[in-house]
C-alpha cells in the first residue's frame, strides 16, 4: 500500500495520489463483496437443492407409487 506525506501548505498536491488511493480500496472492496455475495447465492442454492431432493426421497418413501429405481430405501 501506497503512503503519502501531506506537504505542509500545499495539501492540494497530494489530492489526486489520495483520491487514486481511495478509488483502488473502494474498488477491491466492492470486488470482495461480488465474490462473497456469489459464495452466498451459491450456498443458498445448494441448500435449496439438497432440501428439495431431501424432501422428494422422504415422500417417495412415505407414499411409495411405482419402482423408480433411484430409491434406496426398502420398506
Do not use: K, W
Amino acid at each position: 500500500m501506497e503512503h503519502h506525506l501531506l506537504r505542509a501548505g500545499h495539501p492540494e498536491e497530494c489530492e489526486p495520489d489520495v483520491l487514486s488511493l481511495l478509488m483502488r480500496l473502494l474498488r477491491h472492496h466492492s470486488e470482495q463483496e461480488a465474490a462473497e455475495g456469489r459464495l452466498v447465492r451459491f450456498t443458498g442454492r445448494q441448500n435449496a437443492e439438497v432440501l428439495a431432493g431431501a424432501e422428494r426421497y422422504y415422500r417417495a418413501i412415505e407414499h411409495p407409487g411405482p419402482p423408480q429405481g433411484r430409491c434406496r430405501h426398502a420398506l
